[in-house]
């Protein structure tokens, strides 16, 4: 029997195996779990970054466009901002999935990149944007761009498109 001092604010939550190994993989030296989850919140949890406002139980788009990923609505204003927010949840799972995104291309530009230049090379001029793990995308998309970007996402995080990330929603 394993013996533990549980606080008395503590609640317990079922959490799959997968989910708990990825959030362990996120422990830095001597990190509770807890503490993983405390610092995950912190560094994603600011207003800006939430998709989706809760009232009453009840969900309420906050944004113009909505893709599934991993069962869970992902709300944007715009393109580019919905790519960026999938781009930062796939990095926050799985690092080297987004690594992967960056060795590809689509056409002439780069899906993501930790350099500006190299999104649109030659074409200083294009809008790119930065997201919030840092990667720079193309700030110069349509909705065909965005289902290529999505559908290499999901080939570089070895995830089915259609299934695990779905754009616009109601494809299969």
């Known amino acids: 029997m394993i013996?533990?001092?549980?606080?008395?604010?503590?609640?317990f939550v079922p959490i799959?195996?997968?989910t708990t190994s990825k959030l362990l993989s996120k422990r830095r030296h001597g990190e509770s779990l807890s503490g993983v989850v405390?610092?995950?919140?912190?560094?994603?949890?600011?207003t800006e970054r939430e998709a989706v406002v809760q009232t009453s139980g009840v969900e309420v788009n906050v944004g113009n466009y909505t893709a599934m990923f991993l069962g869970e609505p992902i709300h944007a204003e715009t393109l580019p901002e919905l790519f960026a927010r999938v781009v930062d949840l796939s990095?926050?799972?799985?690092?080297?999935?987004i690594e992967r995104l960056a060795s590809m291309k689509a056409r002439t530009r780069r899906y993501v990149s930790r350099k500006r230049e190299a999104i649109h090379p030659g074409r200083p001029d294009l809008p790119v944007t930065r997201t919030c793990t840092g990667w720079w995308i193309?700030?110069?998309?349509?909705?065909?761009?965005?289902v290529r970007s999505l559908r290499a996402l999901?080939?570089?995080?070895k995830l089915d498109f259609g299934t695990d990330?779905?754009?616009?929603?109601?494809?299969?």
């Open 3 to 11: 013996s533990t001092t549980v606080s008395s604010t503590a609640i």
């Open 16 to 18: 799959d195996l997968e």
């Open 38 to 46: 405390a610092r995950l919140c912190e560094s994603g949890g600011s």
């Open 91 to 97: 990095f926050e799972l799985d690092p080297a999935s």
């Open 138 to 146: 193309s700030a110069n998309v349509g909705v065909e761009d965005i």
């Open 154 to 157: 999901a080939d570089a995080a």
């Open 165 to 172: 990330i779905r754009f616009p929603t109601n494809a299969k």
